[in-house]
């Protein structure tokens, strides 16, 4: 079952380009974002929303967090985002007209079935489930579903479901600038090629596998590490904090880069490993300069950059570079060095890849 692999989460990571593939399908043989894709009387639904509230836990909580970046910016909806867990224990002031948009890729986690169904009480009628099991509890629940087509994952480690989570995000986000007149023809064309082009991208990055295994080693000995993005590579750069704490047992924390002169620069030595997710995008002179203070204070630096990232490398400074910069879609492309980063610190370090200690892989109680 396996293959050439060492551990499901290794076999997943590598899936990814079909899985996007196979996520993406219906979207292409429509050639454009129609409301269909989320159900058939999706229209209505999405017609005439006011909002966005995400729901979800761990990394499909991060899918959302990016998702908040593109909904906002390219369909011009306000997009809130909570972990289920809060959200179903505190007094919300709801707005019905709002999508509720839970993302799970089990679609049995009961903090997030708690949250819609909590969520539902309060008068939100409007619901959609991004989701990557077939009738699972989740999206029997909600209005709308948009299955996710990762396939069956093994590992804890979520993998594939997260970019597969993204690339369906991404599909809602352009429907509803669609549906809200601000999706140009020439754009939807221009972003159905970036999705078209994707899996190569995708691929090009786990090409990028040998060279990230050897930073992995310097990893390994490490107690703790820092990770570091901005604007909608931040979520990324917490999606790598957590995926490293959980299969290598490594602390691992995430910040925004402006936030680090605001307290976690104060953790900065030369045993601190800072990894930071810097591509060519409008943010990368503020990335640069933030990482001046790390530089300053000894700490070493793994830089996740694009062709078009102009970094100086030096012996405190090293890159690695996916071959292009991919435009919106480059927090999908970003996710897998951050993912090989913590497979392979987890394999030098010996720990059980595929069951981490004290998890599950569905988490179905409190
Ligand atoms: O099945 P779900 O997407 O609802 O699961 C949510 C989290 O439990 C899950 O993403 C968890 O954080 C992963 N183990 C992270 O790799």
């Not at 369909?75 to 959200?87: D, F, L, N, R």
């Not at 903090?111 to 169904?117: G, I, P």
């Not at 910069?325 to 059980?352: C, F, K, M, N």
Request: charged letters at 20%.
């Amino acid at each position: 079952e396996l293959g050439p692999y060492r551990h499901f989460m290794q076999k997943e990571i590598h899936e990814q380009p079909r899985a996007i593939a196979d996520t993406i399908e219906q979207v292409i043989a429509n050639n454009g974002f129609v409301p269909q894709l989320f159900g058939a009387n999706a229209e209505a639904v999405l017609g005439d929303i006011e909002g966005v509230q995400i729901l979800a836990c761990g990394t499909s909580y991060y899918a959302g967090l990016t998702a908040r970046y593109w909904i906002e910016a390219i369909a011009g909806v306000p997009c809130s985002v909570e972990i289920a867990s809060e959200y179903r224990y505190r007094t919300v002031v709801a707005n019905p007209k709002h999508l509720v948009v839970t993302i799970s890729q089990s679609g049995e986690t009961l903090d997030t079935m708690e949250a819609l169904k909590y969520a539902k009480s309060l008068g939100h009628d409007k619901t959609l489930s991004i989701c990557n099991v077939p009738e699972s509890a989740i999206p029997r629940a909600s209005a709308l579903v948009y299955y996710t087509r990762a396939g069956a994952e093994i590992g804890v480690a979520s993998t594939k479901a997260f970019t597969t989570q993204l690339v369906a995000l991404f599909t809602l986000t352009c429907t509803l600038a669609k549906l809200r007149g601000r999706l140009a023809q020439a754009q939807e064309a221009a972003y159905l090629d970036d999705l078209r082009q994707l899996p190569g991208s995708v691929q090009h990055a786990l090409n990028l596998e040998p060279q990230v295994q050897v930073w992995s080693e310097r990893f390994a000995p490490k107690q703790h590490a820092l990770f570091l993005g901005r604007g909608v590579h931040y979520p990324i750069a917490l999606e790598g904090a957590l995926k490293l704490k959980e299969i290598s047992y490594i602390h691992a924390e995430a910040y925004p880069a402006g936030e680090l002169k605001h307290g976690p620069l104060a953790l900065v030595d030369t045993e601190m490993p800072v990894v930071v997710i810097a591509p060519n995008d409008s943010l990368l002179e503020k990335v640069k300069s933030n990482i001046q203070e790390v530089r300053a204070r000894g700490g070493e630096m793994f830089v996740f950059a694009d062709l078009d990232s102009h970094f100086g490398e030096s012996e405190q400074v090293h890159v690695i570079r996916t071959p292009r910069h991919v435009g919106v879609l480059s927090p999908i492309v970003h996710s897998i060095p951050v993912q090989l980063l913590a497979y392979h610190a987890a394999l030098a370090r010996g720990t059980d890849v595929d069951k981490p200690r004290n998890l599950a892989k569905s988490v179905t109680v409190e």
